[in-house]
């Protein structure tokens, strides 16, 4: 039996049809289709034209389907605010006579992509070591992209249970006298009381620390000025930043190799917290859009010192696995995963 994928975001609509693997457990993609969700007047539309497509024709209708989407979920129902769209998974359902279909937060989808993983889909950044008495049923999924996302699983078997969270929205803790000016900047620019980590650790956040370094006297020759000058006119260019930083960063810009350095640190001491909180023995998953970006630098020592600069408690980070999810299209793959699960159900 084949079954359908989706990762439903406020800009692109990534669809998928799979069917299981002969030799093993993981979804194999037979077709899939990105679509632009402006485009669109609504998610009922795109699925539509999706089935319709030559090549989902020829091939076996799926008979379960799931819906990673971003947005407020409740009672299989969900709100994409930014398009103004109201999706029902049960409607859907009944639209387009799927056996079973769920609607699922776009990031605690993930976790049910974690027992399916090939070799080629992650790296590992620390093995990590056996703990008397830990279980290692325990996973934590951490991902910085357009936010932060953070998620967290009981793996047993083929048995998966997830656990949302919201903790990309806990207070930003700054550790040095630079992060707690940019702290400072960021409150008064943004008008707001205060700062989380998901305003630090995210690709807009890189941007935001990158608009606080170039606004110091030193930095009004920088190239980047001229992006500054174009955000105050259109917030949009905002996006075009972090590949810029990343860019100028790698041929030795020293001003964005510190917004790097800042954004690295605050993301390694948060993932060192997060892993504490969890105790998360089975494995401390880094996922999200920047993930693939940046996975050289999570195993470099700056990164590494930060996530271990936890005191008394830093031992205990040394045996929690740390892997970097490779797969940029992870969330579409994890969809798949879970359809799969509910062609049992």
């Given at each position: ?34 679509y632009i969700s402006s ?238 909180q969890e105790l998360c ?65």
């Amino acid at each position: 039996m084949n079954f359908l994928a989706c990762d439903l975001g406020g800009t692109k609509v990534l669809l998928g049809i799979f069917e299981k693997e002969i030799n093993d457990d993981s979804p194999k993609l037979i077709f899939k289709k990105k679509y632009i969700s402006s485009d669109w007047d609504s998610f009922e539309l795109i699925l539509e034209d999706f089935l319709l497509q030559n090549e989902c024709k020829n091939i076996t209708y799926p008979s379960s389907a799931c819906f990673a989407v971003a947005g407020p979920l409740s009672n299989n129902k969900a709100k994409i605010i930014n398009l103004s769209w109201d999706i029902s998974g049960n409607s859907l359902q009944n639209k387009f006579n799927f056996k079973s279909c769920e609607l699922i937060n776009d990031f605690a989808v993930q976790i049910y992509g974690i027992p399916y993983l090939k070799k080629n889909q992650y790296t590992t950044i620390q093995n990590g070591y056996h703990c008397e008495g830990a279980n290692n049923d325990l996973h934590t999924i951490v991902g910085a992209g357009t936010g932060l996302g953070i998620a967290r699983g009981i793996i047993s078997g083929e048995k998966v249970k997830v656990l949302a969270s919201e903790g990309g929205h806990v207070e930003y803790s700054p550790k040095s006298k630079s992060e707690w000016e940019l702290k400072i900047w960021l409150k008064n620019y943004l008008k707001v009381d205060r700062i989380s980590c998901e305003r630090i650790i995210s690709g807009t956040g890189l941007s935001r620390i990158a608009e606080w370094r170039l606004s110091k006297p030193d930095a009004q020759n920088h190239p980047l000025q001229k992006y500054l000058k174009k955000i105050k006119i259109f917030d949009d260019v905002r996006k075009e930043l972090p590949e810029k930083i990343c860019h100028l960063s790698k041929e030795g810009d020293q001003l964005m190799i510190e917004v790097e350095r800042i954004w690295l640190g605050a993301y390694a001491s948060l993932l060192g917290d997060v892993a504490l909180q969890e105790l998360c023995f089975g494995g401390l998953w880094i996922s999200g859009g920047t993930a693939s970006k940046h996975f050289k630098n999570f195993k470099s020592d700056l990164f590494m010192k930060q996530f271990f600069d936890k005191g008394r408690l830093k031992d205990i980070l040394k045996t929690i696995p740390m892997k970097v999810i490779l797969d940029e299209e992870f969330g579409l793959f994890s969809a798949a995963c879970r359809a799969k699960m509910l062609l049992k159900n």
